[in-house]
């Protein structure tokens, strides 16, 4: 679809009402999206985007929110350390930036601790994996993992960061592309 066409498609289903634009799935920092934020805003539009933080892109800068979401171990794909650094440093002042981390098991935790300490500065949202492998919603397993990372992460004594479930789980349970 064309800029103009997004938009518009935006702009129907909002009844032409300025919103909070999310950009995510995959990793929209591949897509050429800074003519869309361009156009976006000039109809009054905000926008957030969610990536893995691999990849930086000068237009990061635009954003209003920018939730950054390095994979953990538990993923099997190497973090790439300098990727993430430099979209910190894309993003700039201007968007307020986060990081969320999926947290399945003590490893990943671990790893949590560490991005996390790397970028004091940045506030740390956790959340509990979700077993894609399920079709069906285990809302009860969901429900004691996050009650498990609440409870690690108070042990810990680490009191900034967030313990949140997530709710697309929730809503959807692991239905893809929704």
């Given at each position: 679809?064309s800029?103009?066409?997004?938009?518009?498609?935006?702009?129907r289903?909002?009844?032409?009402?300025?919103?909070?634009?999310?950009?995510?799935?995959?990793?929209?920092?591949?897509?050429?999206?800074?003519?869309?934020?361009?156009l976006?805003?000039?109809?009054?539009?905000?926008?957030?985007?969610?990536?893995?933080?691999?990849?930086?892109?000068?237009w990061?800068?635009?954003?209003?929110?920018?939730?950054?979401?390095?994979?953990?171990?538990?993923?099997?794909?190497?973090?790439?350390?300098?990727?993430?650094?430099?979209?910190?440093?894309?993003?700039?002042?201007?968007p307020?930036?986060?990081?969320?981390?999926?947290?399945?098991?003590?490893?990943?935790?671990?790893?949590a601790?560490?991005?996390?300490?790397?970028?004091?500065?940045?506030?740390?949202?956790?959340?509990?994996?979700?077993?894609i492998?399920?079709?069906?919603?285990?809302?009860?397993?969901?429900?004691?993992?996050?009650?498990?990372?609440?409870?690690?992460?108070?042990?810990?004594?680490?009191?900034?960061?967030?313990?949140?479930?997530?709710?697309?789980?929730?809503?959807?349970?692991?239905?893809?592309?929704?």
């Amino acid at each position: 679809m064309s800029n103009a066409a997004v938009l518009g498609e935006v702009n129907r289903l909002t009844g032409e009402r300025p919103i909070v634009v999310t950009l995510s799935g995959g990793n929209p920092a591949l897509q050429p999206l800074a003519d869309l934020i361009r156009l976006g805003r000039k109809q009054g539009h905000r926008f957030a985007l969610e990536t893995q933080g691999s990849v930086a892109q000068p237009w990061f800068s635009q954003l209003d929110s920018l939730v950054l979401s390095p994979k953990p171990p538990s993923s099997g794909i190497a973090m790439n350390l300098s990727g993430l650094t430099e979209c910190i440093k894309a993003a700039g002042e201007r968007p307020s930036t986060a990081l969320k981390i999926v947290v399945f098991d003590d490893e990943d935790f671990a790893f949590a601790r560490d991005i996390s300490a790397r970028f004091p500065r940045l506030p740390v949202y956790l959340q509990p994996g979700n077993p894609i492998q399920q079709t069906e919603l285990d809302t009860r397993g969901l429900l004691e993992r996050l009650s498990r990372l609440v409870d690690k992460t108070r042990a810990a004594h680490w009191y900034d960061a967030r313990v949140l479930p997530q709710l697309h789980v929730l809503v959807w349970g692991n239905k893809r592309g929704v």
